[in-house]
């Protein structure tokens, strides 16, 4: 039987913490049981709330008798890896202030192939955007960069947000939104600095170009460019939470998302963006 405790945000504060909390499988099944029924383990199939575990550590219900798996609906869904593996992998993940590779996982975790170690952080990242994320509301900054090619996409800004921007005439057709309100920041004769006029987007540029440095090399080859959008979620998830105290913080946040998001598998990952 789990132990179902978790009234509020409990997580490790230093790797310490880490090591004491989770020691062996049952410790980390237990918190993620904690983690995907936090109010209490219901049957996904009659809505019963009373179970019991199989020699396999499935969720059998005392009711229907439907069994469930503890990463049914997760990012570990299917994995032959200890779930100590995931979790000692995530905490590495999110220690890291400036992002991680492929090719640093292999090394420093020893798997056995850069595909295994690019896999499971493409999996990571996938889990790093929050289901059901509000749009940018208020006054919003814009300026453009560079990074790879040009995709056609909306945005995520929500309608009736005030958009602020340089003097670019690509912005114009903002003018003509009746959705947006849209406001000028002419850098050209205003006596001032771009990242003056707009500091926040300024900053956030900087510190995206800081990141590809040290994640890719300063640059985002054509092979892997289909990738970006979940390389600036990585990134977005680090930024959103840059003033957290605790690593462990960020560990917490991830793994809520890793068992509310659709598992993935590679076949599916490689196919869909090719």
Not at 123 to 128: C, I, S, V
């Amino acid at each position: 039987m789990y132990l179902c405790n978790m009234k509020e945000e409990q997580y490790p504060k230093n790797f310490i913490e880490f090591l004491d909390q989770f020691k062996d499988e049952d410790s980390c099944r237990n918190y993620l049981f904690e983690l995907k029924w936090s109010e209490g383990f219901h049957c996904p199939k009659c809505n019963n709330d009373t179970y019991w575990l199989t020699a396999q550590n499935l969720i059998h219900c005392r009711l229907c008798g439907h069994q469930t798996s503890l990463t049914a609906g997760t990012i570990f869904h299917g994995t032959r890896k200890p779930l100590i593996l995931w979790f000692h992998v995530i905490w590495w993940v999110v220690a890291q202030k400036t992002g991680v590779s492929a090719s640093n996982m292999t090394n420093f975790m020893g798997f056995g192939t850069y595909r295994t170690a690019w896999t499971w952080l493409q999996k990571l990242r996938r889990a790093m955007v929050r289901p059901g994320r509000d749009r940018l509301s208020g006054l919003v900054e814009v300026d453009e960069t560079f990074i790879g090619g040009v995709e056609a996409g909306s945005g995520n800004t929500g309608r009736g947000s005030t958009v602020i921007t340089d003097g670019w005439p690509g912005y114009k057709p903002l003018q003509d939104n009746t959705g947006y309100k849209h406001e000028v920041k002419v850098v050209f004769g205003s006596g001032k600095e771009a990242h003056e006029l707009l500091p926040h987007v300024h900053m956030v540029d900087s510190l995206l170009k800081r990141w590809l440095n040290g994640t890719h090399q300063g640059k985002v080859s054509p092979k892997y460019s289909k990738y970006l959008p979940y390389y600036l979620d990585e990134f977005a998830f680090r930024f959103n939470r840059k003033m957290s105290t605790f690593r462990g913080k960020l560990f917490y946040r991830l793994m809520q998302q890793a068992v509310d998001v659709e598992p993935v598998g590679l076949n599916y990952i490689i196919e869909n963006h090719t």
